[in-house]
């Protein structure tokens, strides 16, 4: 069976999806509410990755203005993927 790997930007319509995600990597127990709010007000980008239209992991990264470099830079905090086994041909 082939698997239908798909990226894209994180919403609010996401929130529950990452609360879980989040939730199974670091048990930290955010809200779903608090997800909507930081994806609304903060310095962050959430991407998700789906497989087969299903939740499957979620990368973070920030965006800052430092003194050290002209126009903006980013991080990538955290990529978090489910371990599947067996989902890809060796």
């Given at each position: 069976m082939e698997s239908n790997i798909h990226l894209r930007w994180a919403t609010a319509k996401d929130a529950l999806d990452l609360v879980k995600l989040?939730?199974?990597f670091n048990g930290v127990g955010i809200t779903e509410e608090e997800?909507?709010?930081n994806l609304?007000?903060?310095?962050?980008?959430?991407a998700l990755a789906l497989m087969n239209?299903?939740?499957?992991?979620f990368a973070c990264a920030q965006f800052y203005k430092s003194i050290c470099y002209d126009g903006l830079s980013i991080?990538?905090?955290?990529?978090?993927l489910k371990r599947f086994?067996?989902?890809f041909p060796s």
């Open positions: 989040n939730n199974e997800v909507i709010e609304s007000y903060s310095n962050e980008l959430v239209n299903v939740p499957v992991g991080q990538v905090r955290h990529f978090i086994v067996g989902c």
